[in-house]
Structures are given as C-alpha cells and as structure tokens.
C-alpha cells in the first residue's frame, strides 16, 4: 500500500503531542519561571544534580527531550505542505525536518548516557 | 414584515466570457425567506437568466449548497433578513469549477464517493431464513452520527486542503466510510483500506475542523477522521510487530 | 464540455479567514514546544557540567529579556496543551454499554489526569 509508513510518522506526531502537552507546562512553570523570577527557590546545584543522575529521570528526560522534537518536526512539515510545498522539494525538506529532530534525540540520548 | 436587502450574485457564463461577474438585485424578503426562496424570486421576476441548484428545500436533500459573504451554508437554511440591507455576496460552492453562475461541477465529489463503496459489504451474505443482523443501541451509536450526512458538499467548501490538494479524499468521504468500517454488520474495512488509509486519505488532514463547523447535519466529518486515524495506527502498529498473526 | 471557472485559494490561506488563522496560531505553537526541548536538554548539560555552568545558566535565566521570553514561550505551550486537549478527545469515542461517553468527560479526563501529572512534577522539581 502506498504511503504505508504515514500511520508511523503521525504516531510519533501523537505521543510528542501528549507528552508535551502533559508534562511540559509544569516544567516551564517551576524552572523557567518561578524559579529565575525568585517566587520560589532554584533548587542547588547539588539537588539538582542529585535528580538529573538518577537513572529513572534520564530515561524520563530523553523521553522529555525527544518525542516532542519529532511531534514539531511533523507539525512544521505539515504547516509547509499547507503553505504550499509538495513535489520536488518535499521529500528534502522532510529529511531535514525529521533528521533534525533525529539528531537532537540522538544527542539527548548521549547526553544522559554519558555525561556524569 | 418584510426588509429588502441587496444581493450581489456571481455570474459566470462561459459562451459570453472567460471571466466572471456579479449581478446586484434588490429584493424585498418577508421576514421568513430564506436566501433560496430570495434566489427564486429573482429568476422568476427579475433575472431569468440565473441558473443554481435546488430540490427539497427543507436541509435533506443537499443540493442548494453556496458560499455567502465567503462562508459554505444551505441557501435553504439561511435567512435573508439576517443579511439585511446587505450587500450579502452569493458566490457557487467554493473550491469547486464552476458550470455557469452558481452550479458547480462535483464530478471529484461523485467519483470519490463510489471509491469509498458506500455499502454494507459481507465476506458472506446471511441467507433470508437466518432473519436479520443484530445489532445493540450501542453498536448503533458507534457509526450513527456519520449516517447523517447529505452529501451536500459544505465540508469540501470549508476545507483549505481539499482546496489546494484536490486528490485528497476530503471530509465527508472519509466521514462515509467511517461509516461503514465502524458498523458492526460490515466486513468491508479491508477494501476501503486505500481510500481511507492510502496517501490521500486521513493522513492528508491537519484537523483544521472547518469541515465540522459548517456541516448542517452535525456530521462531525473532522472527528471521524481523527478517529480514522487512530485506529488505522493501531492496526498498522499490529501489523508491523505480528505480521502473521493477524489480517 | 464548456470551460470551467477554477478557484483555489492563495498559499497564504492561513490569513485570510479568521478560523484558519486561529488553526495556524495552534500549529505554530509546535516550534515553541521544540524550543522548551531544547532548552531544557542544554539546561541538563549545564547541570552535568558542574556548579559554575549550572550558576552561570541560572544567571541568563535571570535576566529580564530571558524571563520575558519564557513567558511568551509559556503562554505558547499552555496555548498548545489546552487545543491539544480538545483535539485528542476527537481521535477517541470511548463508548460504555449503550452510551457514548461525552465529549466533555474524556477532555474532563485529560485535564485531571495533567494536573496529578503536573502536581507530582511540582513536588519533585520543588
């Protein structure tokens, strides 16, 4: 069937959908926010790196950190399509869009596998 | 009571000119005209030249279908004394060619429609002596809503990417044959497969939702296609991770 | 056949209906939630590095324009979880029985389920 791997893409469009419509406004509020603007305390350095070492939160971070990526790269693709793109130029522009996102994940990934 | 309000009408009619124009007519619209009963009275009075569709005038029949001041409604459905004194612009169904002033061709529309085969299909018929096929209130409420459609295209109208992709098989399609694939009698999900699942099927919507606000039945054609979506992933995904195990 | 009049609508579409411009500002919300990303692995690697980088971080994060611009950012990724919110509902009609369960209860859901995620998230990051 033509078009078989479409079901794939939008999956990946879905779960970075939900997970960053879950989890990331609680993030932004504590860290970018309340914490810089002094309404509540930043953690130290020592608390936050205890949290950010922890196994269990690196996996959570790269799960954080990557599907989102690949839910705007759809999203940008698809805004592209509205816009207008479609033949000669689509299939580049979706390899830079989704191997972006691909390569920040993969970065991610390294990040929180090696960096102590 | 009656208001008159001014109507600018689109005219197009290809043995005269390559270009379209607009016809202004004054009316004066009881207050319970709609803009049809306001488009008849015109050809029969004052412009007899004026050519558009129309049969039940009640909101069944899906055949007065037109955008007005740029929105895709049912000329039978809409009323004149919300436009008044106007200018209100009535323009053919948009995103459609046009025949000749207001009719618009839906050949796409038609040949879309047969792709999706609008039946119930059967691996196997149940012969008469067997009765009829059961099927609880909860089964029905699964496909009812999208029984609803009249096919009076508005959701084609409203949707920017049928406008500009025209293969893409387009809200209310894609809504019928939901349809079908949600009804528990039909085993027909297979052949609809391309159609709805293909590269212009659901995949080739952005959700922009137009379509559902238009839709006079209430169709919902956007959320049908949203659960399309989900549930052609879900049998993609069993697909591709047990690929003898399942249909 | 005679000729038919063709109309289709410009590439830049997105501005000229009210409704479909609302739909662009729902899409574009995307590149934010992308930024957070981002920012919030470099934060990581800022903590990874050591106390002056992570120190050094907080400071930028301090400075007026920074804050300033993480409040659009905010705005932008609250804008994107509360239409994904009434999107999501639409993929699923979850049905009990004989009754469709109602629109509103599943976007209902959503929300209750966001603010336990939310509200867990706080008193770990806190």
Redesign the interface.
């Known amino acids: 069937m033509k078009g078989r791997y479409k079901a794939f893409w939008w999956s990946l469009f879905a779960i970075g959908g939900m997970v960053s419509a879950m989890l990331y406004p609680a993030h932004m509020l504590v860290t970018m926010l309340l914490g810089p603007a002094g309404v509540v305390e930043m953690p130290t350095w020592e608390q936050a790196h205890a949290l950010f070492s922890h196994p269990l939160f690196r996996i959570y971070l790269v799960v954080l950190i990557a599907l989102p990526l690949f839910h705007a790269a759809h999203r940008v693709m698809a805004a592209f399509m509205d816009f207008g793109l479609r033949g000669p130029f689509r299939n580049p522009t979706a390899m830079i869009l989704y191997g972006a996102a691909t390569a920040v994940a993969a970065f991610t990934i390294f990040t929180m596998v090696r960096m102590m | 009571m009656s208001v008159r309000v001014a109507f600018e009408v689109f005219r197009?009619r290809?043995?005269e000119s390559?270009e379209?124009t607009f016809s202004t007519y004054e009316v004066d619209c009881p207050d319970d005209w709609v803009l049809l009963d306001a488009l008849n009275h015109i050809k029969d009075e004052i412009d007899g030249t004026l050519s558009f569709r129309w049969s039940c005038r009640m909101g069944v029949c899906g055949s007065c279908g037109m955008n007005v001041n740029?929105e895709p409604v049912l000329t039978c459905a809409t009323y004149c004394k919300d436009f008044a004194p106007g200018p209100v612009r009535i323009e053919p169904l948009?995103?459609f060619?046009?025949?000749?002033d207001l009719v618009i061709?839906a050949t796409d529309f038609m040949e879309k429609l047969e792709s999706i085969k609008p039946w119930i299909i059967r691996d196997e018929e149940k012969p008469l002596e067997e009765g009829e096929y059961l099927q609880?209130?909860?089964e029905l409420?699964?496909y009812k809503q999208y029984t609803l459609c009249i096919n009076c295209m508005l959701c084609y109208a409203a949707c920017?990417?049928y406008?500009?992709?025209i293969v893409f098989t387009g809200p209310a399609i894609l809504a019928l044959g939901q349809r079908y694939n949600l009804d528990s009698r039909d085993e027909g999900a297979d052949q609809r497969?391309?159609v709805i699942?293909?590269?212009e099927g659901v995949?080739e919507c952005?959700?922009?939702?137009?379509c559902s606000?238009v839709c006079p039945k209430h169709v919902?054609p956007?959320?049908a296609i949203?659960?399309g979506?989900?549930q052609?992933?879900a049998w993609?995904?069993k697909k591709?991770l047990l690929p003898k195990g399942s249909k | 056949m005679t000729k038919r009049y063709e109309r289709q609508i410009p590439g830049w579409w997105v501005f000229t209906k009210k409704t479909w411009f609302v739909f662009f500002l729902r899409e574009i919300t995307c590149i934010f939630v992308a930024l957070f990303a981002i920012f919030y692995l470099r934060f990581a690697r800022a903590i990874y590095a050591g106390p002056e980088a992570y120190a050094d971080y907080v400071e930028k994060m301090r400075e007026p324009w920074a804050i300033a611009l993480h409040c659009l950012f905010f705005v932008a990724v609250l804008w994107h979880t509360i239409t994904w919110f009434v999107a999501a509902p639409k993929a699923m009609r979850p049905r009990i029985g004989n009754k469709l369960v109602p629109p509103r209860a599943v976007i209902a859901g959503h929300y209750a389920g966001w603010l336990v995620v939310s509200a867990g998230l706080m008193w770990i990051l806190l």
């Open positions: 197009y290809p043995e390559e379209p740029g948009a995103h060619p046009v025949i000749r061709d609880s209130p909860g409420l699964d920017p990417i406008s500009r992709h497969r391309d699942a293909g590269p995949w952005t959700f922009v939702g137009d606000r919902d956007a959320g949203q659960q979506k989900a052609y992933l993609w995904a591709a």
